[in-house]
């Protein structure tokens, strides 16, 4: 054992116009430990991390370096001495391809300045292959699937001596298998002395992969526990404060008549025949493999994505849905997955973007006033407890989680008959989960279907009434909840029965 730590922070602060994200915060890691970093939606994880990897100027506040103070004035210094780090939102370039992105701005030069394109590409196979990906060095990031991007930025991590490795929420995208590799990686590089710094959201993974775990609350240091050590319960004290009594509140409510009604929808080879339908107060689940067809079933119902041939009626009344608009009139609200594409406009406000899918309605005559336009805004920021100055901030300045709740609350403000949730709670704390949770319920409560797709079995299982399984572009089985296992879905989703 190293008597030195690999790194230590003591005494770390932070302060943004109007909010104090680190309030003297203690951390430190030892060679080849994995340590978890847990704590709620903007409890200050990242922006911890973001100063050790020379993002932010810190306050205050000390860090060593095998018992050297150092100071990181940038996030190139941070990369010489060894630090490297995943962020929690991608930082790609979409058009350049994977081998340009991986050693952008540090391009190896041949003679007279060229860059040297062969030995990049050498490189960068020889990274991807030990990652296990079939992600090309010629691949365009823009066509790659958002689990592949992550895969790509990990490569860009680990193309450079790393000593020091930060993954900010690394397997938010990833699929199971996906995951798992991932973890094999990161055990291997624990192996050859990296510390690794894990921050995640899905507890199983902490428990599964870290040896340490230290919680943040409120941008303070709550404590540090060796993982082995500890039960989930008393962690979830630590991070929230209080006992969380339920993971899974479903209340069943009464079942009203048909909302939603979709039949024979087919698109190319994504959709095949499909058919089903929601009534009111029901919340139906859809789970898959990656690729099944969910995400499409969403685009198709919310118009992004023409359909082939099929129906889909809202309240008995067949709708003629080509675009997002047509949808919107009819009811339908579409929570994406991607939030930095298609749920949010970030360089916009909190109150901005929660208005922003009723200004349609707003330009249409059916005013507004600027008064109730802000009881609206606050109702929500209230109702779904998003951790923000005000509502003039910019979205980009939130945490990962709030940003997911407010992609939440601009669905919510259009008061939707059916709305389609594609990984609702992707990112979302465990307290947070359970406030998203409840507003499910007191959706459908209100009449609203609700069409929630979602990786987390566990999470399907313990909010839909009903689940549908998809598998290749089909749906494969429809499982009432009382039926429904985990080893069920997962039999069906791999296409057995
Ligand atoms: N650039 C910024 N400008 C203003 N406020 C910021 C900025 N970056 C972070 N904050 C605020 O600092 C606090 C901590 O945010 P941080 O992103 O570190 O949280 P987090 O623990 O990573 O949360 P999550 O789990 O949701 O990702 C939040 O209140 C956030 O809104
Ligand atoms: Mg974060």
Known sequence: MQSKCLLQMTGICKSFPGVKALDQVDFSI????????LGENGAGKSTLMKVLSGVYKKDAGEIFIDGN??????????????????HQELNLVPELTVMENI????????????V????????????????????????IISDLSIGMQQ???????????????????PTAALTERESEHLFKIVRQLAASGVGIIYISHRMEELFALSDRITVMRDGAYAGTVVTKETQ?????????????????????????????????????????????????????????????GRTELARAIFGIDPLDKGTISVD??????????????????????????????????????????VLGELSKGSFISGKRRMELIHKQIDDLKIKTPSEAQIVRNLSGGNQQKVVIAKWLSTKPR???????????????????YNIMNMLAASGVVILMISSELPEVLGMSDRILVMCRGRVATELAREEATQEKIMAYAAGGN
């Open 30 to 37: 030892k060679r080849g430990e994995i340590h978890a970093l």
């Open 69 to 86: 103070s150092v100071e990181i004035h940038g996030p190139r210094e941070a990369q010489k001495m060894g630090i490297g780090i995943i």
């Open 103 to 114: 050693f952008l701005g540090r391009e190896p030069q041949k003679l007279f300045g060229f």
């Open 116 to 139: 040297d394109k062969d030995k990049m590409r050498k490189e960068s196979f020889e990274i991807l292959k030990r990652l296990g990906t079939e992600i090309q060095p010629d691949d």
């Open 151 to 169: 895969m790509v930025e990990i490569a860009k991590a680990l193309s450079y001596e790393t000593r020091i490795l930060i993954m900010d929420e």
């Open 232 to 292: 989930f319960d008393d962690l979830i004290k630590l991070m929230v404060g209080r006992e969380l009594t339920e993971r899974y509140p479903r209340k069943i409510t009464d079942i009203g008549n048909e909302v939603l009604n979709v039949k024979g929808l087919c698109r190319g080879d994504s959709l095949r025949d499909i058919s089903f339908s929601v009534k009111a107060g029901e919340i139906v689940g859809v789970a898959g493999l990656m690729g099944a």
């Open 316 to 357: 008995k009344a067949e709708q003629r849905i080509r675009s997002c608009q047509d949808a919107i009139q009819a009811g339908i609200g579409l929570i994406t997955e991607d939030r930095k594409h298609q749920g949010l406009v970030l360089p916009m406000s909190v109150g901005d973007n929660i208005s922003l899918a």
């Open 418 to 436: 059916v709305l389609i949730m594609d990984e609702p709670t992707r990112g979302v704390d465990i307290g947070a989960k359970v406030e998203i």
